[in-house]
């Protein structure tokens, strides 16, 4: 049987753990051969460790160790040891590290935890290849060649936020069953002819309340949803959107990162006053913290402490734009005021359109004490 080499592309760093000296026989092998691994190995196997091995004293001490260190481990071993070893660590599909199992003679390799957002599945299909061993894939998606949700996410770069009801719709995937999709900015679009029993619903499918705006109230239009032959109260979908769903609909939640926070503030404002006022527009417009891509304020504001912390509370990049720069947008709020102080009419609406690609407005400028807010979209459909 001819043996196909995949790209030596899985995750790392990589960690390689044996217990016999003829597993160890492999784990040095692996190290040798696998960029970014490294190899643990039972202290007594004094040979291993002279090549560079890492020596441990006990396997039940060693998985914890390892469990937030590595995201590939390949362990050569029986499967139900690995299963007893990693079952008190495990959290969730989107957390846990890939976890390969390798027989001790190197004829199968076994994909067993996190297959699709980890790259176990990855993993195995290299390390099968460089052992000339067999890669053994068991998730549903790969052996009925159908999509699965966490690797459309991963290659579309949406975030995982809520995935109760993947295993439901993963089945209806896989049995052909119906189930629906609100994407009304086609980001599966790739996948669209592969989701063949899927019920693609967009703005339509609401009865939407604006201000001028798009401060938008996700609220079912009965007729539409009717229309569509599904209920996303009791048959399960995918919501792909920066806004948030109706606390009513089962759905696996994806989202793109398609939003920009312009933010203006005074000297000295601190972190929380910002980081809630971000919280509060986006709460008070339904939309996702989860879906916003960058900050985005004026280069005065580049030092400023508390702004620079709301970027880390929020777990997202900022950028500084130059006062020239934001001087050339156009914005529907300017202000003189801000003119006189620092020489451009506007911070935080045109800091938010200039960092959006192809942006507009979906939340004007927003005010507090000493903060002011606004909210570009860029990507699809902006």
Sequence with gaps: MAIETPA?????????????????????????????????VPARHGFAVAMGARPYDRLRDLFPELWGQYRVLVCIMAAGIVVRATAPLLRSKTLDPAVVVVDERGQYVISLLSGHVGGANRAARVVASLLGAQAVITTGSDVCQKPALDSMALALGLDMEDMTWAARVTTAILDDEPFWIYDPDGHLAPYRAALKTAEWVGESAFVAERDGFDAWTPTPSRAAWNSCGVDPRSVP??????????????????????????????????????????????????????????????????????????????????????????????????????????????????????????????????????????????????
């Design 237 to 382: 979908g995918v919501w792909v959107s920066e806004r948030e769903k109706p606390e009513s609909f089962r759905a696996v939640v994806l989202r793109p990162r398609t939003l920009v926070v312009g933010v203006g503030c005074n000297r000295n404002t601190p972190t929380q006053e910002i980081v809630e006022a971000v919280r509060d527009v986006f709460q008070r417009h339904h939309l996702a913290t989860k879906a916003v891509r960058t900050l985005a304020s004026v280069d005065l504001k580049e030092r400023e402490p508390g702004l620079l912390e709301a970027a880390r509370v929020l777990e997202r990049p900022i950028v500084f734009l130059s006062r020239q720069t934001l001087q050339t947008q156009p914005v529907p709020n300017p202000s003189s005021v801000v003119h006189r102080h620092i020489g451009v009419f506007s911070v935080c609406e045109a800091a938010a359109l200039k960092a959006a690609r192809t942006g507009r407005l979906i939340v004007p400028k927003q005010r507090t004490c000493n903060v002011t807010l606004a909210v570009a979209k860029d990507g699809c459909g902006s």
């Design 8 to 40: 030596l592309d899985m995750p790392q760093p990589i960690a390689v753990v044996s217990i016999t000296r003829q597993a160890t026989g492999l784990a040095l092998r692996l190290k040798e051969t696998l960029p970014g691994s490294t190899a643990y």
